[in-house]
Each structure stands twice: as structure tokens, then as C-alpha cells.
Nanobody
Framework: QVQLVESGGGLVQAGGSLRLSCAAS????????MAWFRQAPGKEREFVAV????????VYTDSVKGRFTVSRDNAWKMVYLQMNSLKPEDTGVYYC????????????????WGQGTQVTVSS
């Protein structure tokens, strides 16, 4: 129901920062919880962060707490992932995902996915 397009990925030095953006269209954006997942080559997709449809609730995986911040701008139908103090372990393809109503952290719970954007952190 909702289409998602990520952008903002690239190559960054360890300790640096990067901001990912996800543009949504074709759905009622304010009715969807929005999440970020990432996947390294040969590994399973893992949860990174999620934000509720109201923007009042967020959940982060332990490895990114204190470094990453997820936010959304419903007026512009955008969701962001601000990544600070990046580590080589953060390298992977980052995906934006959406599901109606309540937040979740499992890939199977999300019904809409973007194409992904590559993030590479050099050591």
C-alpha cells in the first residue's frame, strides 16, 4: 500500500556520521509505524530502529543505542535515521520498512520495504 525509497547511504570513515532518508508515497503515512533494518553480505536482515505512527515511541537495537536516532516528518512523509559514531560493524544495506498501526521489530511484521541503500564504514 505504501511505497518506500531510501537515500543517503555511502562510504564514511569510522567515527563519522551519516543520515539516511526514506520517502513514502501511496499510503496513509501517519497510520504506519516506520522501521529501519540492515543486512550485511551473507547475514540475515536485522532490526535497527522503529518509530510509531505518532512519533511518540521509538525502539532501538542495543548495538546502536546512543549512536543512532530515528525520526519522522509526517508533513513531508519522510523518516530518517541519523547515525553517529559509526563503526565498521554498522556496514550493510539499510532498508526502510512500514507496517500499519503498532510498532514491531521482526521482519515478518512489516509489509512494505524500500530497495535499500548501502552504508560502508571504513576502519
Amino acid at each position: 500500500q505504501v511505497q518506500l525509497v531510501e537515500s543517503g547511504g555511502g562510504l564514511v570513515q569510522a567515527g563519522g556520521s551519516l543520515r539516511l532518508s526514506c520517502a513514502a508515497s501511496g499510503g496513509t503515512f501517519t497510520s504506519y509505524a516506520m522501521a529501519w533494518f540492515r543486512q550485511a553480505p551473507g547475514k540475515e536482515r536485522e532490526f535497527v530502529a522503529v518509530i510509531s505512527w505518532s512519533g511518540d515511541s521509538t525502539v532501538y537495537t542495543d548495538s546502536v543505542k546512543g549512536r543512532f536516532t530515528v525520526s519522522r516528518d509526517n508533513a513531508w512523509k519522510m523518516v530518517y535515521l541519523q547515525m553517529n559514531s559509526l563503526k565498521p560493524e554498522d556496514t550493510g544495506v539499510y532498508y526502510c520498512a512500514a507496517r500499519w498501526a503498532s510498532i514491531a521489530t521482526m521482519t515478518a511484521d512489516f509489509t512494505s520495504w524500500g530497495q535499500g541503500t548501502q552504508v560502508t564504514v571504513s576502519s
